[in-house]
């Protein structure tokens, strides 16, 4: 009997354009066959931008996808081969206007905020019941509020019932007041005891998404339970904002997910897995919109920020930049980026203004969710504390810089991580894709991401020393394996320094910090062997400092910044 | 890639108006509607009262049911007995306006008192194209419309009017119109236009000193080459002189909408071309104008288009076509940023 081949196609829709990639497993394990790429379309509607994308993989693949457009040509029987699953995930649409409602600032708004801005949303309204208890006050600010999405929780399970019984009330006056084509959406994730009296009492059909109270007891706080709630109401919304994808959406095997939702998926999965003890974090830039995801003991973090500028961020672009750039010329420059997605840089001195203005996004990015979650330590001068690895890098602005040693300079400037990390660029932008596909085969996502699509883009080694600039912090033995002699080799404190690694070829290396440096093996002065695979930059040891040492003139703060550029090579 | 064009003759504008809570719509598809007309409405209650009657009259819920005097759906009248607490003290709870019992459900009684209407009004002239379901309706013209770059997120309609000089006589002649100034403008520029009693201003381009602060001008607002300096090209500068005196809509869409801002001339005569698809045109010929800070705001016209990607000073890939500007000096800018300035 010939074997089955099953084939996926995901497909991701960003504001820019449409991807679409086609996976099979006719060689014994999961691969990427080809990929399409189309813009889409603000005004013809996303279909237009699906059909260009799944057009060109059928082109490349020679393959019929769909009968029609809009109608996919899935293979039903299991023991056939064919298109077995369609994964499309939205990383397009405007913010969601979302009302939160709680019993108490700390323990219901605060991790509401942390649970609904892991999406694109805009908090228009809060209500905390302890500090507004005038029921008539609450319903008059509900009704006079525009939003499409309300999020309530509050009380520990068992708890006092009243205020929430009493604004699951007016809640109820509300959705009947908006009908049932414009209501808006209701995650009710408070009490557990009022769960099955907020289904009868609001009665919002599929428009209400009951999950288990975020806080189940006192200190308590487990906003996955959440999740999948929040994530089905963000899915409707969606869906409401593109009608034309409900035709799509209704077809067997064929799954639909939020973008942001997809991508935390893939790296829940990568933090369960490896055995590091280390979290995953990954920093996901497209022109209008950045994303942050981090996993760490199992618990998700994460944050979403629209794109924007203000007198603050031109000063930090150019306190960033490598070039002498005039604040006008700059301000103009990043205001017409943000109007024009699509520009491409063109000189050195718009590549400087582009890398810095990266680089203070992925900084702005770290600060919210530090600011929103108190275990992810993120100080913009001292950088990242805690222990990532891997970093995953991804979205369009990563994938338009011309090389990996921009890439690099981006994350690793904006991040400004500690101890050992290793950097991966998602080149092919499949993160948010295999997050979709893993719910009809798990082995799809965890073959593809073993095989070479993400490249490796360094791996890092951060010195921590408090001594002054120019004094040695690190000796390093480089071995690199053909039995030549070991290479000795001297860092110092405001370096950062390079060494390349040779495909197939792990590089050994001995640290030997100065008794006053950390290089995140546990201790300061501690040292010990490390194996660093081959990866585009090889191993880069930043012994920059934290904070970072720059000089204070900004003649010699650019000129050694043009330096720590060119000592990560043409690549 | 497809490139939309700056300067569109017999252009569909389309402008959904919609009510910011569910309502009426008031209008049908085909519907021709004038500035001021009604699109939607919502009739809400201006304010509304929850009564606890088992807490406020601290009685026990066996007692409740002969305590509420109104059942849900009931019209109220000012002092109307809602609830009664019965015995040796009775205690009253009367209705403080005219109104109606909107819910009354575990032990609480919600009243709905007066009214109050919002509205979704046309800002602009046209033809109902598409209904919003209870939310209001997309309005589209068909007539002339010139592309800007930036806009605050508002929408004006009033006569054009060309402003050659911001000083303090001049600035008397704009009340009531929608200014178009040729330049780089400032803030403190915008808002004595605004102060003068200006509709709306459509601009070369903004001053990026204040690139923060034009979001929030009450006055509507489009910059048709972004942030910078520069003057607008003779030929774009010769459309819209040639609207002088005439009436225009200024729809300043904001960056958040998926559209570009646009000034538009409504034509009554006009086909409406932009129902039908833009055909791709090849490169070579076209007049285009160059976005970026070395040539911004200049047009001039493709001469040379290779397929072939090439390394940019940047480092980073394009394709790279050649562009005669009108100086005759021929320079290289990537497809990406270029802009098609007619069809």
């Not at chain 1, 997605?341 to 900084?363: F, H, K, N, Q």
């Not at chain 1, 010195?463 to 002699?485: F, R």
């Not at chain 1, 081959?534 to 970072?548: H, K, S």
């Not at chain 2, 086909?271 to 698809?277: D, M, S, V």
Request: negative net charge; proline residues 5%; aromatic residues 6%.
């Amino acid at each position: 009997m010939d074997k089955v081949i099953s084939s996926y196609l995901g497909i991701d829709i960003t504001p820019q354009r449409t991807q679409a990639w086609l996976f099979d497993d006719h060689l014994g394990k999961y691969e990427l066959l080809a990929s399409g790429n189309s813009q889409t379309s603000s005004t013809k509607g996303l279909m237009e931008g699906i059909d260009g994308a799944v057009g060109q993989l059928e082109q490349k693949t020679d393959r019929l996808l769909w009968s029609r457009p809009g109608r996919f040509l899935i293979e039903s029987e299991q023991t056939q081969s064919g298109l077995k699953g369609v994964g499309i995930t939205l990383s397009i649409g405007k913010p969601i206007r979302v009302v939160l409602v709680g019993v108490s600032e700390k323990y219901s708004l605060e991790p509401l905020r942390r649970l609904v801005r892991f999406y694109n949303t805009e908090i228009v309204l809060e209500i905390s019941l302890q500090n507004e208890p005038n029921f008539s006050a609450q319903l008059e600010k509900l009704t006079n509020t525009a939003f499409d999405l309300l999020v309530i929780t509050g009380g520990v399970d068992g708890g006092p019932e009243r205020s929430l019984r009493a604004m699951i009330g007016n809640i109820r006056l509300l959705v009947q007041l908006r009908g049932v084509t414009n209501r808006p959406q209701i995650v009710y994730a408070g009490n557990n005891a009022l769960a099955d009296y907020a289904r009868s009492e609001i009665d919002a059909g599929e428009d209400l998404h009951l999950a288990r109270n975020i806080q189940p007891e006192s200190g308590r706080e487990d906003l996955s339970l959440a999740a999948t709630a929040l994530m089905n109401a963000v899915r409707r919304l969606r869906l409401k904002e593109f009608p034309e994808l409900q035709g799509l959406q209704g077809q067997s095997r064929v799954k639909l997910l939020p973008g942001e939702f997809a991508r935390s998926r893939i790296n829940q999965f990568l933090e369960q897995t490896q055995t590091n003890e280390k979290g995953v974090l990954q920093v996901h830039l497209e022109p209008d919109y950045a994303h942050a995801i981090a996993i760490r003991n199992n618990r998700r973090m994460g944050v979403w920020q629209n794109n924007h500028i203000d007198e603050r961020i031109v000063t930090e672009i150019l306190e960033q930049s490598d070039q002498p750039l005039d604040r006008g010329i700059t301000a103009a420059y990043i205001s017409n980026r943000i109007i024009n997605p699509g520009y491409a840089a063109d000189t050195i001195e718009e590549m400087s203004m582009e890398l810095s203005w990266l680089c203070v996004r992925v900084r702005r990015l770290l600060v919210q969710m530090a600011e929103l979650y108190s275990e992810f330590k993120y100080d913009p001068p001292i950088g990242l504390q805690d222990d990532y690895e891997p970093i995953m890098l991804s979205g369009n602005c990563f994938e338009r810089l011309p090389s990996a040693r921009h890439s690099f300079i981006v994350a690793q400037d904006g991040i400004l991580p500690h101890g050992i990390t290793t950097l991966v660029g998602d080149d092919h932008n499949l993160l948010t894709s295999l997050g979709v596909l893993a719910e009809f085969d798990d082995l799809l996502p965890v073959q593809i991401i073993d095989s070479d699509l993400f490249s490796g883009l360094a791996t890092v080694i951060n010195v921590d020393s408090s001594v002054t600039v120019e004094k040695k912090v690190l000796e390093l033995e480089v071995d690199e394996g053909y039995d030549s002699l070991r290479d000795h080799y001297q860092v110092y404190k405001g370096e950062l320094k390079r060494f390349e690694t040779i495909p197939g070829n792990d590089l050994r290396v001995y640290l030997a910090p100065e008794p006053e440096s950390d290089v995140g093996i546990g201790l300061r002065g501690l040292g010990g062997w490390l194996s660093a695979g081959p990866t585009r930059l090889g191993l880069v040891v930043d012994a920059r400092g934290r904070p970072c040492y720059l000089p204070a003139d900004d003649f010699a703060r650019q000129e050694l910044r043009r330096d720590w550029i060119w000592n990560l090579g043409a690549w | 890639m497809v490139m939309s064009t700056i300067i569109q003759d017999n252009y569909l504008l389309t402008l959904p108006v919609a009510l910011p809570f569910p309502g009426a719509v008031r209008v049908h598809p085909g519907q021709a509607v004038e500035v001021g007309d009604v699109i939607a409405e919502a009739i809400m209650p201006k304010k509304y009262q929850v009564f606890d009657v088992l807490n406020q009259f601290r009685i026990r819920e066996a007692q409740l049911e002969g305590c509420i005097k109104r059942l849900a759906g009931e019209e109220v009248q000012r002092g109307d007995v809602i609830a009664k607490k019965p015995g040796l003290f009775s205690r009253f709870f009367r209705a403080p306006e005219d109104g109606k019992v909107v819910a009354v459900r575990d032990g609480r009684v919600t009243l709905a008192m007066g009214e109050k209407t919002i509205q979704a009004i046309s800002p602009i002239a046209g033809t109902i194209g598409e209904l919003l379901p209870g939310m209001g309706a997309v309005v589209v013209a068909s007539g002339l419309r010139y592309r800007g770059n930036w806009g605050n997120g508002k929408v004006a309609i009033g006569y054009l009017h060309h402003l050659d000089e911001i000083s303090e006589s001049r600035l008397e002649t704009t009340e009531n119109t929608i200014v178009f100034f040729d330049g780089t403008i400032t803030l403190k520029e915008l808002l004595a236009i605004q102060k003068a009693g200006a509709d709306g201003a459509v601009v070369t381009a903004l001053d990026p000193s204040g690139v923060s602060s034009y979001q929030d001008l009450d006055l509507p607002l489009v910059s048709l080459l972004g942030f910078g300096w520069a003057q607008l090209d003779p030929f774009s500068r010769s459309i819209i002189e040639n609207l002088e005196s005439k009436q225009v809509y200024l729809v300043a869409r904001g960056t958040a909408d998926d559209q570009k801002p646009e000034l538009f001339q409504p034509a009554s005569d006009a086909q409406a071309a932009a129902l039908f698809e833009e055909a791709e045109e090849p490169l070579i010929g076209q007049t285009v104008r160059l976005l970026g800070q070395l040539y911004f705001g200049s047009v001039g016209k493709v001469v040379q288009a290779p397929e072939k990607r090439q390394q940019l000073p940047s480092g980073m890939q394009s394709q790279v076509v050649a562009v005669e500007r009108e100086d005759g000096s021929v320079i290289r800018v990537p497809v990406e940023n270029i802009e098609k300035l007619t069809n």
